[in-house]
């Protein structure tokens, strides 16, 4: 699996967006690049994901750059309930597991 | 809700005792996942089932069985259990369609072994 590299930890100010960055240089042609969070001790959530192009949900956009070799992650407007440890993936469609890295723990500060 | 159920959500047990894990996959989902989460380290997979069949091995331990029956749902074995055993359980579905297979988690099974 390709590997990324994400900031330790991060903060943001409440309702101000909350852009978390990911390395993902040795990305293959085929591979997506997904985000998932984890809230204290709950379940990962699964959030967005994408290949070449820029995606927005509900949740959140993903900007993934014209090489491919990194993207961010924004939280338009983020709360308290924000507040986890976000994780940069990177998959091939066709390989099924999914290898969690350290990921970056985001502090949404009141 | 992802649609994953797990159970029990709490189980603690002596050293050396046996347990098994439960997970309902979503309705559909043929591909089971398994990980480990124990204190302050990061989720490691275990094992993953499609339609039955083993399909990958990660860092699951001889002393660990898994198995996915016909009606999809997947256990997890786990015996002669030691301390270092206490963790976090945590199942996961996904369609195992052509293409983007997103994974989806339940809420996970704490396993306290004392």
Redesign the interface.
Known sequence: DAKTTQPTSMDCAEGRAANLPCNHSTISGNE?V?WYR?IH??????II?GLKNNETNEMASLIITEDRKSSTLILPHATLRDTAVYYCIVRP??D????????TRLHILP | DSGVTQTPKHLITATGQRVTLRCSPRSGDLSVYWYQQSLDQGLQFLIQYYNGEERAKGNILERFSAQQFPDLHSELNLSSLELGDSALYFCASSAHTTGVNTIYFGEGSWLTVV
């Open positions: 997506y997904y984890q001790s709950q379940g990962p959530q699964y994901h469609s066709l099924d597991k999914i290898i969690f890295g350290k990921g």
